[in-house]
C-alpha cells in the first residue's frame, strides 16, 4: 500500500446525544430550558434570544472537563468550546462595558501580540477553565444589568457609534457558531454538537471590530 492510500484523517466522532424524543435534537424539549419563542414585542424577543444564546453556550459545555472543553474539533482551525466561552466573554466585555458604558478597560483576552488570544490562550487547565467561567459570567451578568437599567433600547453610546440595540444585535451575530460547533470528546463523542461540519471563525465586526 503506498503511502498515498493511507488516511491520516481522523475517524468523524459519532454525534452525541440525550434526546429520545427526537432523534435529530441533541435534548429533549421538556430538558430544555430555552424558550420556543412566543415573544410579545421587541425588548423581550431581543432579550430572550440572548438568554437562549448564553443557555446553549451553557449546554454544550455542561459535563465536559478541561481536556474536552480546550479539544480542537477542526484543526488546524484553533475553534474549541473553552475558546468560545473565552471569546463570548470578549464579546459581552466589549459591546457592553466599552462600547455602551465607555468604561476605560484594557480589552479581555486580547493583546497587541496576540489578537486571537481568547482562543490560542484555551488551553486544557483547569484552572484556565474555571477563570474562563468566572469572566464570562461576569460580563454576562454586567451586560443583564445594563439592558435592565436601559429603558430605550435606542440609547447611544458616550461617543454617539452605537445604540444598545445595535450592540446586542451584534452580540447575537456573534453567537451562533456557538449553536453549531462541535467539539469531540475525549470518549469519541461529539458534544452537543448541531453539525459535524464545524464553522468558521467570526471576524471583523462579529468581533468587536478588533
Known amino acids: 500500500m503506498s503511502p498515498a492510500d493511507v488516511s491520516t484523517e481522523e475517524p468523524v466522532p459519532e454525534r452525541h446525544s440525550d434526546a429520545t424524543t427526537y432523534p435529530d435534537m441533541w435534548v429533549d424539549p421538556d430538558d430544555d430550558p430555552r424558550s420556543d419563542g412566543g415573544f410579545p414585542d421587541e425588548r423581550s424577543m431581543l432579550i430572550g434570544y440572548l438568554r437562549d444564546y ?3 453556550l451553557q ?3 455542561d459535563g465536559l472537563d478541561a481536556e474536552q472543553l480546550a479539544h480542537r474539533s477542526v484543526p488546524p ?3 474549541s468550546l473553552l475558546g468560545l466561552i473565552r471569546h463570548m466573554a470578549y464579546v459581552e466585555h466589549h459591546w457592553f ?4 458604558e465607555g ?5 479581555l483576552y486580547w493583546s497587541e501580540a496576540d489578537r486571537d488570544l481568547d482562543f490560542n ?3 486544557a487547565d483547569p484552572d484556565v477553565v474555571e477563570e474562563a467561567w468566572a469572566s464570562w459570567r461576569t460580563e454576562v451578568a454586567n451586560a443583564e444589568r445594563f439592558v435592565d437599567e436601559t429603558d ?3 440609547r447611544m453610546d458616550p461617543r454617539a457609534r452605537s445604540r444598545c440595540a445595535r450592540c446586542s444585535c451584534t452580540w447575537l451575530r456573534s453567537t451562533p457558531v456557538t449553536a453549531a460547533t462541535p467539539t469531540s470528546c475525549a470518549n469519541g463523542s461529539t458534544a452537543g454538537s448541531a453539525s459535524r461540519t464545524g464553522v ?3 471576524t471583523g465586526s462579529d468581533r468587536g471590530g478588533r
Open 97 to 100: 462595558r466599552l462600547v455602551m
Open 54 to 56: 448564553r443557555l446553549t
Open 77 to 79: 482551525s484553533t475553534m
Open 152 to 154: 430605550d433600547l435606542g
Open 121 to 123: 490562550g484555551a488551553v
Open 200 to 202: 468558521g471563525r467570526t
Open 59 to 61: 449546554m454544550k459545555c
Open 103 to 107: 468604561a476605560d478597560l484594557p480589552r
